[in-house]
T-cell receptor, first 118, second 116 residues
Framework: DGGITQSPKYLFRKEGQNVTLSCEQN?????MYWYRQDPGQGLRLIYY???????QKGDIAEGYSVSREKKESFPLTVTSAQKNPTAFYLC?????????????????FGAGSRLTVL | AQSVTQPDIHITVSEGASLELRCNYS??????LFWYVQSPGQGLQLLLK??????LVQGIKGFEAEFKRSQSSFNLRKPSVHWSDAAEYFC??????????????FGTGTLLAVQP
């Protein structure tokens, strides 16, 4: 079955360390996204990528970095510059067929990765 | 600026009772609206979406939502709630990022508890 795989599901990090969250999709989707979820704040966009070797900052990109070397992969690095990294991180993808109202414009989400900084 | 408001942070209903979760949006153009559901520690699953046409849309698991442009609302409803519906529900509006790519702007979520 096609889908999005995020790993690890749980991750603990000491302050000052960088950590990388993996996101892999086998849906052949063009666009990929990283969202951060905090209790009571909904989901906020960190980075997105429309095509390979291209990515753009979202609303809360500071302290994060990404790469898009392959269509199916979009890893997120949480750097030591991120002041409050403890959160639930969600990766998503979109079969980018252009602006709405294409029926293909629905985000598919992974199961998430929970990062805790000790 | 685009935004989504879910005024109810937490709702408790009895099993078998009806449910309505509120969602209000602010968006300058024609809105494209979504409801997602999230079980604890899991990703988000699409319940339903509104792009155009009939303002009453049907989704999975017996949910429906009604788009009311005059009220800028997209409330989610279910006539009879099951214990398995306990989860967090997110309303979202689609927004253009530029080019051909879109993003979702999410509300803060409504946590639904179901009493036996």
């Amino acid at each position: 079955d096609g889908g999005i795989t995020q790993s690890p599901k749980y991750l603990f990090r000491k302050e000052g360390q960088n950590v990388t969250l993996s996101c892999e999709q086998n849906l052949n989707h063009d666009a990929m996204y990283w969202y951060r979820q905090d209790p009571g704040q909904g989901l906020r966009l960190i980075y997105y990528s429309q095509i390979v070797n291209d990515f753009q900052k979202g609303d809360i990109a500071e302290g994060y970095s990404v790469s898009r070397e392959k269509k199916e992969s979009f890893p997120l690095t949480v750097t030591s510059a991120q002041k409050n990294p403890t959160a639930f991180y969600l990766c998503a993808s979109l079969e980018d067929r252009g602006p709405y109202p294409s029926g293909a414009n629905v985000l598919t989400f992974g199961a998430g990765s929970r990062l805790t900084v000790l | 600026a685009q935004s989504v408001t879910q005024p109810d942070i937490h709702i408790t209903v009895s099993e078998g009772a009806s449910l309505e979760l509120r969602c209000n949006y602010s968006y300058g153009a024609t809105p494209y609206l979504f409801w997602y559901v999230q079980s604890p520690g899991q990703g988000l699953q699409l319940l339903l979406k509104y792009f155009s046409g009939d303002t009453l849309v049907q989704g999975i698991k017996g949910f429906e939502a009604e788009f009311k442009r005059s009220q800028s609302s997209f409330n989610l409803r279910k006539p009879s709630v099951h214990w398995s519906d306990a989860a967090e529900y997110f309303c979202a509006v689609g927004a253009f990022l530029g080019g051909a790519t879109n993003k979702l702007i999410f509300g803060t979520g409504t946590l639904l508890a179901v009493q036996p």
